[in-house]
């Protein structure tokens, strides 16, 4: 699962070099698609019935499963980035958020910034969990703790991470919050996606008439990250990062192991 892992991160780190107030997220659609072919791949979003687009791009409020549109971005929007890719078989998935800067309006972009901030640092405190714990529901646990700790924003719980492999979703389910159960073990073979995907205001959310867009109800702002991670033998690789993780990891004394 290394290759598609690799072909999503240059899907994500084209698209991240391209954003800016004025682009369209149909536009970053096809940067994104571009990128995953050029490497052998294939947009695996593609292969969900009735999905015709390479990415998900969730502007404000719309904060999951968002189709790409000609609308132009604005300066202070708050852009999540979602794409996949699947090459021989194997699937991957991820996430970035993008706070667009407002000089007109530096409170809005700051707040923004933040939201991604605690977003991102939640699903590494995530996936920093998974390297060490025992079974999988640990992870909504450091998840959930960390946006607590930091913030007062709020985790949605109807969305969360999955197992990958074959099928870009697949079992376990991945919480972002603490569950009465403990979950499955965390032993070598087990690749799942961790997503916190974070609202400003309440976790309520409504589906859009195109019936794929899932949008925060009282209209906050919200942020998703997320990286397909491998348990191996000798410790975890973050698959859709460029150095395994290294970085993200590091400051949380994790240092993630290449797969054998």
Same mark, same amino acid.
């Given at each position: ?116 901030? &605690?977003? *991102?640092?939640?699903? /590494?405190?995530?996936? !920093?969990?998974?390297?060490? +714990? #025992?079974? @999988?529901?640990?992870? =909504? ?89 491998? &348990?191996? *033998?000798?410790?975890? /690789?973050?698959?859709? !990062?460029?150095?395994?993780? +290294? #970085?993200? @990891?590091?400051?949380? =004394? ?7």
């Amino acid at each position: 699962m290394v290759e598609p892992g690799l072909a999503a991160v240059a899907a994500l780190r084209a698209m991240r070099e391209a954003i800016r107030p004025g682009i369209t997220t149909l536009a970053l659609d096809a940067i994104a698609e571009d990128a995953i072919r050029s490497l052998g791949g294939a947009p695996n979003f593609m292969l969900e019935p009735g999905y015709r687009h390479t990415i998900c791009a969730n502007v404000n409020a719309d904060v999951v499963h968002s189709i790409p549109n000609e609308q132009p971005l604005k300066a202070g929007d708050i852009v999540s980035l979602d794409v996949g890719a699947v090459i021989n078989g194997w699937n991957s998935d991820a996430a970035i958020t993008v706070a667009l800067a407002d000089e007109a309006r530096p409170e809005i972009s700051a707040a923004n910034q933040l939201l991604s901030d &605690v977003t *991102e640092q939640a699903m /590494w405190h995530g996936i !920093a969990r998974l390297a060490r +714990a #025992e079974h @999988l529901n640990e992870v =909504g646990e450091s998840v959930s703790a960390y946006v607590r700790k930091h913030s007062d924003f709020n985790v949605l719980e109807d969305y969360i991470g999955h197992g990958i492999g074959r099928s870009m979703h697949e079992d376990p389910q991945v919480f972002n919050v603490p569950v009465a159960k403990r979950g499955p073990e965390v032993k070598p073979g087990l690749v799942v996606a961790i997503e916190p995907i974070i609202s400003a205001g309440t976790i309520e959310t409504v589906i859009q008439d195109d019936d794929w867009t899932v949008t925060i109800a009282d209209g906050s702002m919200s942020a998703q990250w997320e990286h397909s991670v491998a &348990v191996h *033998e000798r410790g975890i /690789w973050v698959l859709t !990062a460029e150095d395994g993780g +290294a #970085e993200g @990891l590091a400051p949380l =004394g994790i240092t993630p192991v290449p797969i054998p």
